[in-house]
């Protein structure tokens, strides 16, 4: 039993001391937005046009909005389409996932 106690309390000390990363500021939002997209997309060959980040007004934290290019592994085939991120969370939308979707969060945060 003291045995258990004595690990529960080493385990509550490193995680009070260690709690994890930092909450990202805006600073943050571009890289941050772009690995969400390049996570989405499964790829790391793709320009990002961010048009706007802005601290968010539904969730805790940032979005950005603004366009990807990627060549889908042709150099004659630039696939242009927007892309919606939500930061923390790396939460990434794009045209192909629903324009619907990503007309509704762009017009929502005024992109």
Known sequence: MLAKLTI???????LVAAPGEPEPTINDVPRLAQQAVARRI????????????KASENTP???????????????AAVRLERFFVIVP???AVLDRDSSTLVDTYWRQNKC
Do not use: P
């Open 42 to 53: 499964n790829s790391s060959d793709f320009k990002l046009q961010i048009n706007r980040v």
């Open 8 to 14: 529960a309390a080493s385990a509550l000390s490193i």
């Open 61 to 75: 934290g940032f979005v950005a909005c603004g366009y990807v290019s990627d060549r889908n592994g042709n150099e």
């Open 89 to 91: 969370g790396n939460f």
